[in-house]
Protein backbone atom coordinates (compact mmCIF):
# COMPACT_ATOMS: atom_id res chain seq x y z
CA UNK A 1 0.00 0.00 0.00
CA UNK A 2 2.66 2.89 0.84
CA UNK A 3 4.97 1.72 -1.26
CA UNK A 4 2.40 1.95 -4.26
CA UNK A 5 1.30 5.40 -3.22
CA UNK A 6 4.97 6.50 -2.99
CA UNK A 7 5.41 4.95 -6.65
CA UNK A 8 2.61 6.77 -7.42
CA UNK A 9 3.93 10.13 -6.94
CA UNK A 10 7.33 9.42 -8.00
CA UNK A 11 5.38 8.81 -11.31
CA UNK A 12 3.42 11.46 -11.07
CA UNK A 13 6.27 14.12 -10.77
CA UNK A 14 8.45 12.37 -13.56
CA UNK A 15 5.55 12.98 -15.76
CA UNK A 16 5.94 16.69 -15.05
CA UNK A 17 9.15 17.52 -15.57
CA UNK A 18 12.66 15.81 -17.72
CA UNK A 19 14.64 16.62 -14.91
CA UNK A 20 12.29 14.43 -12.16
CA UNK A 21 13.56 11.20 -12.25
CA UNK A 22 13.16 8.28 -10.07
CA UNK A 23 16.51 7.55 -8.08
CA UNK A 24 18.28 5.99 -5.06
CA UNK A 25 18.95 7.27 -1.90
CA UNK A 26 20.49 4.89 0.79
CA UNK A 27 19.02 1.83 -0.99
CA UNK A 28 15.33 3.31 -1.17
CA UNK A 29 13.62 4.61 -3.81
CA UNK A 30 13.99 8.06 -4.38
CA UNK A 31 12.52 11.09 -6.56
CA UNK A 32 15.57 13.46 -8.08
CA UNK A 33 15.51 16.70 -9.60
CA UNK A 34 18.70 17.12 -12.00
CA UNK A 35 20.52 14.33 -9.78
CA UNK A 36 19.60 15.33 -6.34
CA UNK A 37 17.00 13.99 -4.26
CA UNK A 38 14.42 15.59 -3.00
CA UNK A 39 12.05 13.03 -1.28
CA UNK A 40 12.51 9.40 -1.06
CA UNK A 41 10.91 6.28 0.61
CA UNK A 42 12.08 5.08 3.89
CA UNK A 43 12.50 1.36 5.29
CA UNK A 44 10.13 2.26 7.40
CA UNK A 45 7.26 2.70 4.75
CA UNK A 46 7.35 6.57 5.38
CA UNK A 47 8.00 8.81 2.99
CA UNK A 48 10.69 11.35 3.62
CA UNK A 49 11.50 14.91 2.64
CA UNK A 50 14.46 17.29 2.18
CA UNK A 51 12.60 20.42 3.59
CA UNK A 52 15.73 22.38 5.09
CA UNK A 53 16.85 23.00 8.04
CA UNK A 54 14.74 26.01 8.81
CA UNK A 55 11.42 23.98 8.06
CA UNK A 56 9.69 23.96 11.82
CA UNK A 57 7.43 20.80 12.37
CA UNK A 58 6.46 21.51 15.60
CA UNK A 59 4.24 24.25 13.31
CA UNK A 60 2.69 21.78 11.35
CA UNK A 61 -0.28 20.06 12.47
CA UNK A 62 0.20 16.38 11.89
CA UNK A 63 3.25 14.28 13.21
CA UNK A 64 5.80 14.94 10.42
CA UNK A 65 9.65 14.25 12.54
CA UNK A 66 12.90 14.78 11.64
CA UNK A 67 14.66 12.53 9.85
CA UNK A 68 16.95 9.78 12.14
CA UNK A 69 18.04 6.53 10.50
CA UNK A 70 21.09 6.00 12.87
CA UNK A 71 21.61 4.35 16.11
CA UNK A 72 24.79 6.27 16.91
CA UNK A 73 25.06 9.16 14.80
CA UNK A 74 22.78 12.53 14.60
CA UNK A 75 19.80 12.76 12.58
CA UNK A 76 20.17 13.94 8.81
CA UNK A 77 18.78 17.48 9.66
CA UNK A 78 16.98 18.99 6.89
CA UNK A 79 14.84 15.64 6.13
CA UNK A 80 11.94 15.08 7.39
CA UNK A 81 9.49 11.50 7.37
CA UNK A 82 5.80 11.42 7.60
CA UNK A 83 3.78 8.35 7.58
CA UNK A 84 1.23 6.60 6.16
CA UNK A 85 -1.37 7.42 7.84
CA UNK A 86 -1.14 11.33 7.15
CA UNK A 87 -0.43 10.03 3.13
CA UNK A 88 -2.90 12.86 2.13
CA UNK A 89 0.14 15.31 2.84
CA UNK A 90 2.95 13.23 0.97
CA UNK A 91 2.02 15.35 -2.76
CA UNK A 92 1.77 18.54 -1.10
CA UNK A 93 5.33 18.32 0.93
CA UNK A 94 6.91 16.82 -2.44
CA UNK A 95 6.20 19.17 -4.39
CA UNK A 96 7.38 21.75 -1.20
CA UNK A 97 10.53 19.82 -1.35
CA UNK A 98 10.97 20.12 -5.52
CA UNK A 99 10.34 24.12 -4.98
CA UNK A 100 13.44 23.68 -2.28
CA UNK A 101 15.40 21.80 -4.25
CA UNK A 102 15.06 23.92 -7.46
CA UNK A 103 15.80 26.99 -5.50
CA UNK A 104 19.16 25.35 -4.15
CA UNK A 105 20.34 24.22 -7.19
CA UNK A 106 19.56 27.41 -9.25
CA UNK A 107 20.71 29.59 -6.86
CA UNK A 108 24.16 28.09 -6.64
Known sequence: MEKAYFNEISDQFCAKDRAIKAGKMMSSEAITYEHKVFAFFSRKKKMVFKLG???EPD???????????FIKRAPLYGWFELDYLNKEHW?????QALEIIKKEIHNS
Open 53 to 55: KSF
Open 59 to 69: LQDLDIEVFNP
Open 91 to 95: EHFTN
